[in-house]
Each structure stands twice: as structure tokens, then as C-alpha cells.
């Protein structure tokens, strides 16, 4: 007997390969099995380019071993046009017989319908194979589709004694609190992701680029919130880098030399819901992911609202002993771990 959940953990494992380019795509994993060996393997390609499904099937030399195989995906084939045909479609045609599925695709331009369709051509296929495992590989895809916002990383970095900035700066830019291994690890995630968002005070304290220099990968969008538009456009983000959306009450346009920007209002006199009527606006423009990285405020914002999934918090080994205080929040943790002079421990929005 074929062992299910052995190439399921392998399509997840070579699907990571797709982190942060096939946005807002999922990043599926697909393996095809002959005779207990794995004749090919394929993850989604960067957006509008290949599925799953589609490279794996390429990857295999001899086509008429489809006929015996049993192709292993993580998600649910789909079975509408969209950049590419549909997967379920070549699956039939090259006449794979069985077909092992980790979860169901909910989205309801796919909803069971690849299944079915599948079914209906006589395929035998299994479902929910490391369900709960695949499911969260897919956080950020199924976070986008069922709760119609991106999902949502918080990350900051406090001192010894809880504080994320000092009360007083001399200038325009960063207090490191933590090491450059750390923030180096920084970069990979922003690599990872669709989005980075921060507040007003945040822009004008520290000047970020907040683009991901130090590790290989495209930068994010940069969102930028700018209540009363006072932020003066000679900041780094807002420079030519990466797109910048401007979260602001006022609906003033930029000029049309300005086109890396985008202006987006929201209504602050509804002060229960700024967090919410962002992440509006990110699902708007098809964001599936974004790492809040500061300020405070900005981060309580989102806290209070209780509109995050993950935060991820270094504590390094620096003193402040006044100073902006770090955000208030309650979360499972599920992972610990020391970064040479660092800690970092990760929660989930339990």
C-alpha cells in the first residue's frame, strides 16, 4: 500500500520552493508516483506561470507511466480558467488514474468542482490526507478567501525591559535592538510575504526602506499609513523601489509622475474599525499577506481589533529603561528560539 501522507509531506516540502512568488496564487506542491517511485515533481511557478499539477506532470519523462501513476497535491486541482487552464483538465487527459489531495480548495471558483469533474472522468481520489498539515501550508491563501482579508504577521523587537523605542532619538533612523543575524532573518521573511505595513511616527523616526536588501527576493508593497498626508515624499518609502499604498482620510490624488503610489481613504471618525477598513482595502488589492512591523500604535491597532494570525517578537539584550512601551497581546506560543544574543518567540492568534 502506497504510503499517503510520506509524498503529501513531500509536496508540502518542495512546495515551500514557491514561497513569496506565486501570490496571490497558493503555493502547491504536486508529486507523481509509479510503481513506489517518484517519476516527477512540480510546485506552483511565480504568478500567471505554471501550476503544480502542470509541472509535475512535465517533469515526467516517460508519459505513458501517467497511465499507472498516482499524482499526490496538496490543494484541491482547479477547474476554472483563470492565467492557465485548468489542472483537473490535464490530469484527464493524460488519464492519471489516482489522485491523493490534501485539502479541499474552498474558494468557491474551485469549491469541490475539480473533484468532481475529476470523479466524473473515473479517477479514484482520495481526500484530506494531512488535512490539518495542509491547510495551515496554505494559511495565507485560505486566510484571504474565508475571512476576506490578508493574513496578517505582527513583528516587532523589545528590549530586556519591554520597550521598542527609546523616548529620544538624536536621528532619523533605526536603535537596532536586536543582532544582524536577527535582522537579516527579518529580510528572508519579508521576502516570504506580500506586504509590509507601518505607521506615520514609524516613517518619520526611522526613515525604512522597507524593502528586503538583505536577502534575495522581490521587495513587498509597501503600506504606508498617513492620516492627515503630512508625510513629505522625500522618505525611502517612497522611493521608486517597490508600490507604496498610502492609507490617508483625505482623497486627494498623487500627481501622475508619482505612479509607484496609490492613495487609498479610509474613514477615521470609525474608531473601531481603522484595522479592519486596511485590511478592506489589502483585500481589495488582492494582498494575501502582510507583516505589520510597527509603530506601537499601529500594531495595538490591530491587536484590539483582534485582526492578526501570527506575531513574532525578538527580545534582544538591550536596555532602554524609558521609552515607547511594546504592544499588549495574548497568543499560544509555538516556538522559541535563540539568535545568538536574541530570542525569538513566535504566537498564533489562538
Not at 180 to 191: E, G
Request: aromatic share 6%; hydrophobic share 35%.
Amino acid at each position: 500500500m502506497a504510503n499517503h501522507e510520506t509524498y503529501i509531506k513531500r509536496c508540502m516540502e518542495i512546495a515551500k520552493n514557491g514561497l513569496g512568488t506565486t501570490r496571490p496564487n497558493p503555493m502547491v506542491g504536486a508529486v507523481i508516483v509509479c510503481n513506489n517511485t517518484i517519476i516527477g515533481e512540480g510546485y506552483t511557478s511565480k504568478y500567471g506561470g505554471n501550476h503544480a499539477e502542470v509541472n509535475a506532470i512535465n517533469a515526467v519523462a516517460n508519459k505513458s507511466l501517467l497511465k499507472e501513476a498516482t499524482l499526490y497535491v496538496t490543494l484541491e486541482p482547479c477547474s476554472h480558467f483563470g492565467k492557465t487552464p485548468p489542472c483537473s483538465d490535464l490530469i484527464i487527459k493524460h488519464q492519471i488514474p489516482n489522485v491523493v489531495i490534501g485539502c479541499v480548495d474552498d474558494n468557491e471558483k474551485v469549491a469541490g468542482k475539480g473533484i468532481e469533474k475529476l470523479k466524473n472522468a473515473g479517477c479514484h481520489v482520495t481526500v484530506g490526507v494531512l488535512e490539518n498539515e495542509c491547510k495551515n501550508h496554505h494559511k495565507r491563501f485560505f486566510t484571504f478567501h474565508n475571512k476576506k482579508r490578508p493574513y496578517i504577521i505582527l513583528k516587532w523587537a523589545e528590549t530586556a525591559d519591554g520597550f521598542i523605542a527609546p523616548k529620544t532619538k538624536k536621528e532619523n533612523k533605526p536603535v537596532w535592538i536586536t543582532n544582524a543575524i536577527s535582522r537579516q532573518l527579518v529580510h528572508k521573511w519579508r521576502a516570504e510575504e506580500h506586504a509590509i505595513l507601518v505607521g506615520t511616527n514609524t516613517v518619520i523616526q526611522d526613515n525604512p526602506s522597507l524593502t528586503t536588501r538583505d536577502w534575495k527576493g522581490q521587495n513587498l508593497t509597501r503600506v504606508v499609513i498617513d492620516r492627515d498626508n503630512k508625510l513629505s515624499k522625500d522618505y525611502a518609502v517612497f522611493n521608486d523601489d517597490a508600490e507604496t499604498i498610502i492609507i490617508s482620510s483625505k482623497t486627494k490624488d498623487h500627481s501622475p509622475k508619482e505612479n509607484n503610489l496609490n492613495l487609498k481613504h479610509i474613514d477615521w471618525s470609525l474608531k473601531s474599525s481603522i484595522a479592519r477598513q486596511i485590511c478592506d482595502v489589502l483585500f481589495q488589492k488582492n494582498i494575501n499577506s502582510v507583516i505589520i512591523e510597527g509603530g506601537a500604535k499601529t500594531l495595538q491597532t490591530f491587536i484590539d481589533e483582534n485582526l492578526w494570525n501570527e506575531a513574532r517578537v525578538f527580545t534582544g539584550n538591550t536596555l532602554f529603561k524609558d521609552g515607547v512601551k511594546a504592544p499588549h497581546f495574548s497568543g499560544k506560543l509555538v516556538s522559541e528560539e535563540k539568535i545568538m544574543t536574541d530570542h525569538l518567540k513566535i504566537y498564533i492568534n489562538d
